[in-house]
């Protein structure tokens, strides 16, 4: 009788060993750069009970945590079914400044038990847009007056990548490069909102600096100051990816289309200018 309640509680023990959850977390690779968000991403499988990981206090970076998704599969197995499912969680760090940052062991709490990741320490290089991409707000009239409409003017300049062997990218192309989700807008939000749902582009002006083709793109807010002194225009912080190399390749349907190959992240924040 005693052997028998023991073989059933190791019974019972295996099953729930068996139907506890799992954390797998993918920690970034390579360099950083300032001002340009990296993830670690923990994806959490076969759990009945997750309780999100918290984010860290990293010195010299922002950190907040996002739920990316959640999954569920059925899948037939030696005529056996399977559910399994997954949620993914990103942990979104943003270096404020060159140097080194330390990422501490992150936790996430899966069935009652705490899963950890190692901590790992990321260089932050220096985000040099340099001439490849430039911001800045202006406002029309130069001389506003309060309750009197202002139209804000926000210009994203960016240099046309020219590839030696494809030519140069387009306006609409280098636009699709600029990373809308995870820029901030600030008082432009609405604006580029609305392009988004549109899939659309800006209005933009092409200019040649340098030998060097340049695209100005334009977003306008109308605004009507309520006091006197400089316009609230929020936080504007363009990020892009933009390319190195290209390359062809084909498609489902045997088609040629140019691809990325190498690229780097760009990361601005835009200045006023007379307002």
Excluded: H
Aim: glycine content about 8%.
């Amino acid at each position: 009788m005693r052997a028998t309640i023991i073989a059933i509680f190791l019974c019972l023990s295996l099953l729930r060993a068996a139907a506890a959850g799992d954390a797998q977390f993918r920690m970034p690779e390579g360099n950083a750069y300032e001002g340009t968000p990296f993830l670690v991403t923990i994806e959490v499988t076969d759990a009945t009970d997750v309780k999100p990981p918290v984010a860290p206090e990293i010195p010299g970076a922002t950190v907040r945590v996002v739920e990316r998704g959640r999954q569920s599969m059925t899948e037939l197995r030696g005529g056996r079914v399977r559910n399994s499912t997954s949620v993914t969680y990103a942990v979104e760090i943003t270096p404020e400044r060159v140097g080194s940052i330390q990422i501490p062991a992150l936790t996430v709490l899966v069935d009652g038990k705490e899963l950890r990741s190692k901590p790992q320490r990321v260089e932050v290089m220096k985000s040099e847009a340099g001439n490849l991409l430039s911001a800045e707000v202006i406002g029309l009239p130069a001389e506003g007056y309060v309750g009197q409409p202002l139209d804000l003017i926000l210009r994203i300049s960016v240099r046309a990548y020219k590839d030696p062997s494809y030519g140069q990218l387009n306006e609409s192309q280098m636009w699709q490069l600029v990373d809308l989700q995870g820029s901030e807008w600030g008082e432009f939000q609405q604006q580029v909102a609305e392009l988004r749902q549109r899939n659309a582009a800006p209005r933009a002006q092409q200019e040649v600096r340098n030998g060097a083709t340049y695209f100005n793109y334009e977003l306008t807010r109308r605004t009507w100051p309520p006091k006197t002194g400089a316009p609230d225009i929020g936080t504007v912080r363009i990020r892009m990816t933009y390319p190195l190399a290209l390359r062809e390749v084909q498609n489902l349907f045997l088609d040629r289309q140019l691809t990325i190959s190498e690229s780097r992240p760009l990361s601005v924040t835009a200045t006023a200018s007379g307002i």
